[in-house]
């Protein structure tokens, strides 16, 4: 039986975590039949080691961006900064930015000054927008509701109301999904993603964070994709091979070229 294809849409490889092991996680990942994992440099100190890490890994894209979490961050300097590396680096996305009221940090004002800066960014150099939201939704939807129609936007790891879900299918934004909505607490946002339509949805681990129910370990990694597609295909009601075709078809139609490039090796560098 051919293994499914996955994409893991979402991942912090360059995470001390992975310090010790990570070509042997990289390794694991493809077995498993995972053939591109996009990792998020978040904030400017991880901007290189992001690149780095897709430069070694053949495997791996990279997307870059401003956390909510650090938008005190954000100045001039910091968006002159981010620009030549959109411009001279070739990533996928801008992420992962948006808004975060959960935690403490910067003031929700700080937030969307980057946030909104960073959505222009992502509108005047055609690439998608990664989007981070935690106890913000209705500011979110505030932003995203004026965005521009011609705006590409993956709210990753999803966690919103009905009325979030329906502007995601009115105006055909995607979703990530990963070990969150795997979880035994989770049945009312899996409720909410039966609205999202399949075409619509893609598959992300969070790795280091959030793994799935039914993870031996406490670490996640790209290698409980197919794990995560197995737990989360009832809800779209097909089974795991046609949850990995759909989600691997979302990921490449969103994405573009450098995701959908032919695999190879994970250890394999370009020439």
């Not at 849409?9 to 995972?34: I, S």
């Not at 650090?70 to 992962?96: K, Y």
């Not at 370990?217 to 794990?227: F, G, M, S």
């Not at 573009?256 to 032919?262: V, Y």
């Amino acid at each position: 039986m051919t293994t499914p294809a996955f994409i893991d849409t979402h991942a912090h490889l360059d995470d001390p975590a992975f310090d010790h092991d990570r070509d042997e996680v990289l390794f694991e990942a493809a077995a498993n039949g995972v053939r591109r994992v996009i990792n998020v440099g978040y904030r400017p100190d991880r901007w290189r080691s992001t690149i780095a890490l897709s430069h070694r890994y053949p495997l791996a894209a990279h997307m870059l961006g401003l956390h909510p979490q650090h938008a005190d961050e954000w100045s001039a300097r910091t968006e002159s900064d981010l620009m030549l590396l959109l411009q001279t680096t070739s990533p996928v996305a801008i992420g992962e930015i948006g808004l975060d009221y959960f935690r403490a940090g910067p003031s929700p004002e700080l937030q969307a000054v980057a946030f909104n800066r960073q959505l222009t960014l992502a509108v005047e150099l055609g690439l998608p927008a990664v989007i981070h939201q935690r106890a913000a939704e209705e500011d979110l939807i505030s932003v995203l509701t004026k965005a521009s129609q011609g705006s590409q936007v993956l709210l990753h790891s999803y966690e919103g109301t009905n009325r979030l879900a329906n502007l995601v299918n009115d105006r055909g934004f995607y979703v990530g999904v990963g070990g969150l909505a795997t979880r035994a607490g989770s049945e009312a946002l899996r409720q909410v993603l039966r609205r999202i339509s399949l075409d619509r949805v893609v598959l992300e681990t969070d790795s280091p964070y959030l793994s799935p129910a039914g993870s031996a370990v406490r670490r996640n990694t790209p290698a409980t994709i197919p794990l995560i597609a197995g737990r989360l295909a009832p809800i779209w009601d097909v089974d795991q091979a046609a949850f990995a075709a759909a989600t691997t078809s979302n990921a490449e139609r969103l994405f573009g070229p450098l995701i959908s490039r032919g695999q190879r090796g994970p250890m394999e560098r370009d020439a």
